[in-house]
């Protein structure tokens, strides 16, 4: 996959990139940091590595030895491919459940809806598949989900401590690909091996594999395993889970449902797309009707433990950080004048309010970004672009950007 590799002389075949190759190949994409491959038909498929969507031009073949000797050129994908290959990914992802197979053929082509489902190659990799009729053709998506469940460790500390409330409502939030999934899954690790708790997931697609440790773990898919958030969230309340983990609240239902478990002594952890605390806050209180919103006001007032705010961003070349990729994070805690704040719904004053509290474990934005800058991690470039979004920034942050 590295332009030397390319660049040498090596005996070379032309091929349509074909799911069997795809297969065949996975595991190479996910040593180097791939998390994310497209196709469509007209171009060769495109690859995403630390945020940066490259094209697939070639892949090296190598021996037992891990010497390359041979090159695949990739060809551009026909309509035909892109159909082969998203036929041959849902025959291979539902291989036990032929009525799966002809209920998603029918989905994606006489219904001409978009599907998408889990899928597993064994002793290889895990992935999210996503696939999508377009100008009569399909167009597919890959999302590489890690084998290995994240360390809570390599989070701040001030994250890891909402593993220790036995109730309430913790809302991770962030755009899509922003690493939520991966920040839920190492809390409920750490719950898991720390305390003895009945935890129930529900998940869109199951992504991260838990095993049971000291804590006994559920996980449901929501379409195969229940039908609803609403229906999923009731069944988890009837059979007394402690921990409740909720894939996403899109309904006034789910909200109602979730903030009455947490006020009734479940720890309610789910995940919102909102760029900020405040946002998240504001969102939730504008899916109700006014006649409700000074009830849901005082429910979060009382049951929110923590809400966390995340960005994805690449790490500058030459970095020592081990990873492509870094967070910077926004922590918002509870305490007295929190409380009351959203209690009144005045959630202006949540980002000076982060600040006053950095001693009791709360980060802005803008400090995690500027401590990764100056850190050396991320670039003045980066900094400037993800600053120049904060709205609440001081007049001499913006002396800053203007002077870099």
């Not at 791939?34 to 690859?47: F, Q, R």
């Not at 002793?123 to 053709?137: A, G, L, M, Y």
């Not at 995940?271 to 998240?280: A, E, R």
Request: charged letters at 25%.
């Amino acid at each position: 996959m590295s332009e030397e590799v390319m660049e040498q002389e090596y005996s070379t075949e032309n091929k349509p990139f074909t799911f069997e190759l795809f297969k065949q190949f996975i595991g190479m994409l996910d040593e180097h940091s791939v998390t994310d491959i497209h196709l469509t038909p007209g171009t060769v498929p495109y690859i995403r590595q630390a945020k940066e969507l490259k094209p697939l031009n070639a892949i090296p073949v190598f021996n037992e030895d891990g010497e390359v000797v041979r090159v695949i050129n990739i060809l551009p994908l026909t309509s035909s491919d892109a159909q082969s290959f998203a036929f041959d990914t849902i025959e291979f992802a539902y291989r036990d459940s032929p009525t799966k197979v002809s209920e998603i053929k029918l989905q994606l082509g006489s219904k001409g809806e978009e599907v998408d489902f889990p899928v597993s190659i064994p002793s290889v990799c895990r992935f999210r598949c996503h696939i999508e009729t377009q100008r009569k053709t399909h167009s597919i998506s890959f999302s590489i989900i890690p084998d290995e469940i994240p360390s809570i460790d390599q989070f701040p500390s001030e994250i890891k401590r909402f593993t220790r409330f036995s109730n309430g409502f913790i809302v991770i939030s962030g755009k899509s690909n922003s690493g939520k999934t991966t920040t839920i899954a190492a809390l409920v690790d750490e719950i898991n091996k720390n305390f003895t708790r009945k935890i129930v997931t529900l998940e869109d697609h199951i992504e991260y594999l838990h095993k049971h440790d000291k804590s006994m773990i559920i996980q449901r898919e929501v379409g195969s395993d229940t039908k609803t958030y609403s229906t999923g969230l009731i069944a988890a309340i009837r059979e007394d889970a402690d921990v409740i983990v909720v894939g996403e609240l899109r309904t006034i239902d789910d909200f109602e449902l979730a903030l009455n478990a947490a006020e009734a002594g479940a720890l309610v952890i789910t995940n919102m797309h909102s760029p900020s605390s405040k946002d998240v806050l504001d969102r939730i209180v504008a899916m109700f009707p006014p006649d409700k919103q000074n009830q849901v006001k005082s429910q979060l007032a009382t049951v929110v433990r923590g809400v966390v705010c995340q960005q994805l961003i690449p790490v500058v070349p030459g970095s020592n950080y081990p990873a492509p990729l870094v967070s910077a994070f926004e922590i918002l805690g509870n305490n007295a004048e929190i409380s009351s704040v959203i209690r009144d719904g005045d959630f202006r004053k949540i980002p000076s309010l982060i600040e006053k509290y950095r001693d009791q474990h709360m980060w802005t934005m803008l400090e995690s970004l500027t401590r990764l800058k100056n850190e050396g991690i991320i670039s003045a470039e980066e900094w400037i672009n993800r600053v120049s979004l904060i709205p609440e920034r001081n007049k001499s942050v913006s002396s800053d950007i203007d002077s870099i």
